[in-house]
């Protein structure tokens, strides 16, 4: 009994440490994300949202924007991604940003020791536009998710359902006048799959806009999760939003990874997606999927 009792232990433990390996490999590979598990809790994450100016390359104005910062701070690059589309934002209009930058800074008072530098501004003028907003990242319950994930995974087969169901395309998303702009998106997402095969990270900035909207926002999350267990994609990064500048507000800040830009034009046109994609839109949200360039910096 007691042999049988270690044996299953083992297993588990071994299934369970194999979990976190997988995600942790995705994370470096696939997603070209640098976060650390277990970071110090007091550092604080930065993200940028930027806009070039005509003529400029995202690749190029990112890296030198990543130089400026690094070299006037202790900042850490994470992660750099370059955007399909903005989804957005009732309350910072509809700014289309072209890229994504999230840094790591030890400390709140770390980054805003050098927020309003020179060498700051200098590099915020690389930009047409840019928007910053903070991130009380939650380390314990982002580091958990594989785990989680794990779990989901098992009680899927468990029921039997061994096999992911094929995303059915949405029988109105090619001719309905009212998708026409999610079909403009789903181009864009399919064009820059030629970029980066194999990853998309999606930021989504979340406000809450009563009690009810908090609920929808998470059924929508979890009608995605069977499918994110099943073929391995997922958040990286579940924080508290924290305002830095102008006049928006958000509650929430979730950074998740797809397999790849071309998975989510396929699941963006399906009658899955479409079925609770407008109930899920009941809060304000920024939502901007973006390839990883991070190694191209």
Not at 236 to 260: I, K, M, N, W
């Amino acid at each position: 009994m007691l042999k049988t009792i270690a044996a299953v232990l083992i297993i588990t433990a071994s299934v369970m440490l194999w979990q976190q390996w997988r995600y942790l490999r995705i994370r470096r590979n696939y997603a070209q994300d640098r976060q650390h598990q277990l970071h110090p809790g007091g550092v604080f994450h930065v993200i940028v949202f930027f806009k070039l100016k005509s003529g400029s390359r995202v690749i190029d104005c990112a890296r030198r924007y990543t130089q400026q910062v690094i070299s006037g701070s202790k900042a850490r690059l994470i992660y750099a991604g370059q955007a399909a589309f903005t989804m957005p934002s009732e309350q910072l209009g509809d700014r289309q940003w072209d890229g994504v930058l999230l840094f790591e800074y030890r400390s709140r008072a770390a980054f805003e020791e050098v927020r309003n530098t020179t060498e700051s501004k200098d590099a915020r003028a690389l930009f047409a536009d840019s928007y910053l907003h903070g991130m009380r990242r939650n380390r314990k319950t982002s580091a958990a998710v594989p785990q989680y994930l794990l779990r989901r995974l098992m009680k899927l087969l468990l029921r039997g359902e061994w096999r992911v169901p094929p995303l059915e395309a949405s029988s109105q998303f090619e001719t309905a006048p009212e998708l026409e702009l999610w079909r403009s998106r789903v181009s864009r997402l399919r064009a820059l799959q030629k970029i980066n095969r194999e990853g998309l990270v999606v930021f989504n900035l979340v406000k809450y806009s009563n009690a009810g909207s908090r609920g929808t926002v998470e059924s929508f999350g979890s009608r995605l999760i069977p499918r994110m267990a099943a073929l391995a994609y997922g958040p990286l990064h579940l924080g508290r939003s924290v305002a830095l500048e102008e006049f928006a507000r958000y509650d929430r800040v979730f950074v998740v990874y797809y397999p790849s830009a071309h998975y989510l034009a396929e699941l963006i046109s399906s009658q899955y997606f479409q079925n609770f994609i407008d109930s899920a839109l009941v809060s304000d949200t920024l939502w901007v999927p973006t390839v990883p360039i991070t190694e191209r910096l």
